[in-house]
């Protein structure tokens, strides 16, 4: 005899599926966010492929202002500024989406765990995370950071850990009131498994909750990395990172501006860029407006 889907299940997730990309494209604040981000990942997936001077690479023309040849200018070293910003990009957007996964896989994880199985397993999890939540995000990952040595894999692991109990928490909310749904019990009485329930009839409904989550937690990662950076925990002079490059400018900055200008302005656009775009994702994938 076949197996029963309740109907219910297998259409919870089809507005998410088809109707996304119009909902978005229908908030102005996701179009701008999706632009800024779009252009931030391109910037780092291609430019080992740009027509760029080396970003490492010293010359006589120092502290330069941002001309036809170096647009952003030169730093202390001669050093190509744009070059640099450029490159920083793919240190950034590394940092920040290796960190920022492996967050969502464990923290997702341990939220499905917590929520589905409640009961002692519940409150060990939720008293574990409680300890990370008892230290502020920032001094957790430069504790963390501090204890392992400044290196960019270092930074990876402190922001995942920083951020792990956070997707801990948006998961396990939704899976304490989706278990108790009634297509998750009619699936159950079918005699569904435990990892058939979770996978198929769980997991999809949390989609919305988890894309919008991932948004934002990028935005704080790529902060976060220039912030290590500029404190000398993460990537190393003459690494082209963005907080490297404004630790180096502040000590110019009543004659060469452009060398803190440029890399914060680049910070700036790629932290906005996710803000907007999970703030309208959020509001696209509001079931109420769609």
């Given at each position: 005899?076949?197996?029963?889907?309740?109907?219910?299940?297998?259409?919870?997730?089809?507005?998410?599926?088809?109707?996304?990309?119009?909902?978005?494209?229908?908030?102005?604040?996701?179009l701008?966010?999706?632009?800024?981000?779009?252009?931030?990942?391109?910037?780092?997936?291609?430019?080992?492929?740009?027509?760029?001077?080396?970003?490492?690479?010293?010359?006589?023309?120092?502290?330069?202002?941002?001309t036809?040849?170096?647009p952003?200018?030169?730093?202390?070293?001669?050093?190509?500024?744009?070059?640099?910003?450029?490159?920083?990009?793919?240190?950034?957007?590394?940092?920040?989406?290796?960190?920022?996964a492996?967050?969502?896989?464990?923290?997702?994880?341990?939220?499905?765990?917590?929520?589905?199985?409640?009961?002692?397993?519940?409150?060990?999890?939720?008293?574990?995370?409680?300890?990370?939540?008892?230290?502020?995000?920032i001094?957790?990952?430069?504790?963390?950071?501090?204890?392992?040595?400044?290196?960019?894999?270092?930074?990876?692991?402190?922001?995942?850990?920083?951020?792990?109990?956070?997707?801990?928490?948006?998961?396990?909310?939704?899976?304490?009131?989706?278990?108790?749904?009634?297509?998750?019990?009619?699936?159950?009485?079918?005699?569904?498994?435990?990892?058939?329930?979770?996978?198929?009839?769980?997991?999809?409904?949390?989609?919305?909750?988890?894309?919008?989550?991932?948004?934002?937690?990028?935005?704080?990662?790529?902060?976060?990395?220039?912030?290590?950076?500029?404190?000398?925990?993460?990537?190393?002079?003459?690494?082209?990172?963005?907080g490297?490059?404004?630790?180096?400018?502040?000590?110019?900055?009543?004659?060469?501006?452009?060398?803190?200008?440029?890399?914060?302005?680049?910070?700036?656009?790629?932290?906005?860029?996710?803000?907007?775009?999970?703030?309208?994702?959020?509001?696209?994938?509001?079931?109420?407006?769609?």
């Open positions: 005899m076949a197996t029963w889907i309740p109907e219910s299940a297998s259409r919870s997730t089809a507005p998410l599926r088809l109707g996304v990309l119009a909902a978005i494209a229908r908030e102005p604040v996701a701008a966010g999706l632009g800024m981000v779009a252009l931030y990942a391109a910037i780092a997936l291609t430019v080992g492929f740009l027509p760029l001077r080396d970003p490492l690479q010293v010359s006589a023309d120092r502290l330069a202002a941002p036809a040849a170096f952003f200018g030169t730093d202390a070293l001669g050093r190509d500024l744009f070059s640099r910003v450029l490159f920083g990009a793919r240190l950034s957007m590394q940092v920040a989406v290796l960190s920022v492996a967050a969502t896989a464990a923290g997702g994880l341990l939220g499905l765990v917590s929520g589905y199985l409640g009961g002692l397993v519940d409150l060990a999890i939720g008293r574990v995370m409680d300890v990370f939540f008892a230290f502020p995000a001094l957790l990952a430069l504790g963390i950071v501090a204890a392992l040595g400044p290196d960019t894999r270092n930074v990876i692991i402190a922001i995942a850990v920083v951020y792990t109990p956070i997707f801990m928490r948006v998961v396990r909310g939704p899976v304490l009131a989706l278990k108790a749904r009634d297509f998750v019990e009619a699936a159950r009485a079918v005699g569904a498994t435990r990892a058939r329930i979770i996978f198929r009839h769980i997991v999809p409904n949390l989609l919305s909750t988890l894309i919008v989550q991932v948004s934002l937690a990028l935005s704080w990662a790529v902060l976060t990395e220039g912030a290590l950076s500029f404190l000398g925990l993460s990537a190393q002079p003459p690494a082209p990172s963005w490297v490059m404004l630790n180096e400018g502040r000590q110019y900055l009543e004659f060469a501006t452009h060398l803190a200008i440029f890399p914060g302005l680049a910070i700036m656009i790629a932290v906005l860029g996710f803000n907007l775009l999970g703030d309208g994702l959020r509001d696209a994938l509001d079931p109420q407006r769609r």
